[in-house]
């Protein structure tokens, strides 16, 4: 077993936990301190938990920037103090909608949005977390925040009638509420909604089918396949070309130090250089995934036309003690 684990893993979290009870569970099981997650789900929901571990953890703030997919079932005919079933009733109204209606309200969030955030929410205002003040009974005012909703896809619509719920899949940006979501289509059908259940199916490239629950981590830390499952820092930026740096310059990056184009590897050596070579194949802000000649992987590199450097933007290379 590694003395730290590095990298990013799909944790599936599940229901009772909160997400900081997950994180310090793992910290036990990994005998480590340096894992933090990427995005707080409700102690009642459960699904996708991205926990980044050892150098990992300077993605944290990137990966909560991911759009995020969910799968909810929302009561309607009923309100609470925290917009879903766990909380205190507020008000129960008799459910008269059509599925033409809930179809047409569930549609009119499609787009940018303006958000209240819920209070029973982390959000801190004036240094006070806003489910704190809400546990004490005090409610403040809270401004909209722009959202995005990509999708909302109804799933299954047949309890309607009978139990008045029904389930949508909702693809959105980060900060938004699911549960505030439910509420606000409530409010459009003019009775009220609550969310039930929610299921986290995928942040970012981070997937349900490859999320992995609390036990069985344990037992592959036991097995020694831990490592199989965790991945590197570099695979949220799979989508950038990579760069291969020469030897010679090889203490620069282990440095974290800038370099330059004719540090690269090329097949052409005698062809690279600072002037012609990075002005036809580098753009000022290009990002890059950087490599030693071994497959050491460095960090991500931005280019800077107007010096011709290529810096350091997320380093996360740690030299061996």
């Known amino acids: 077993m590694p003395s730290t684990y590095n990298g990013l893993i799909n944790i599936y979290k599940e229901k009772g936990f909160t997400s900081n009870d997950v994180v310090a569970k793992m910290r036990g ?16 929901a459960e ?48 459910v008269n909608v059509t599925r033409d209606e809930l179809h047409e309200a569930v549609q009119a969030f499609v787009g940018d949005y303006d958000q209240i ?23 403040v005012e809270r401004k909209p925040r722009k959202v995005h909703i990509g999708a909302i896809t109804v799933l299954d619509d047949s309890q309607l009638q009978e139990t008045s719920s029904f389930t949508m899949e909702v693809k959105c940006s980060k900060g938004t509420y699911i549960r505030t979501l439910c509420n606000d289509i409530g409010d459009r059908l003019g009775c009220g909604a609550a969310m039930q ?32 499952v965790i991945q590197s820092p570099e695979y949220i930026f799979k989508d950038l070309d990579a760069l291969h740096v020469l030897d010679s310059a090889r203490v620069l990056l282990e440095n974290g130090n800038s370099f330059k184009a004719r540090d690269l590897c090329n ?8 002037k012609e070579f990075a002005k036809h194949m580098f753009s000022n802000g290009d990002m890059f995934r950087v490599y030693g000649l071994d497959g050491t992987f460095f960090g991500i590199y931005q280019y800077d036309e107007k010096v011709r450097l290529f810096r350091a933007f997320k380093f996360f290379y740690e030299k061996n003690n």
Do not use: W
């Not at 301190?33 to 009642?44: A, F, Q, W």
């Not at 959000?123 to 809400?134: H, R, V």
């Open 29 to 44: 099981i990994l005998h480590q301190k340096k894992i933090g997650h990427t995005g707080t789900l409700d102690p009642d």
């Open 47 to 94: 699904g996708v938990l991205v926990v980044c571990l050892g150098t990992g953890t300077k993605l944290v703030e990137m990966l909560t920037d991911h759009d995020k997919e969910y799968i909810a079932c929302c009561r309607l005919g009923v309100t609470t103090d925290t917009q879903d079933m766990s909380g205190t009733v507020i008000s129960q109204s008799e």
């Open 117 to 139: 955030p819920p209070m029973y929410s982390a959000i801190k205002q004036n240094g006070k977390k806003l489910y704190e003040l809400a546990r004490e009974g005090i409610e």
């Open 197 to 228: 259940n929610l299921l986290r199916t995928r942040v970012g490239a981070f997937t349900l089918d490859t999320a992995i629950k609390l036990g069985d981590l344990e037992k592959m830390r036991d097995n020694g396949t831990l490592e199989e």
């Open 267 to 274: 097949e052409d050596p005698e062809g690279v250089n600072d």
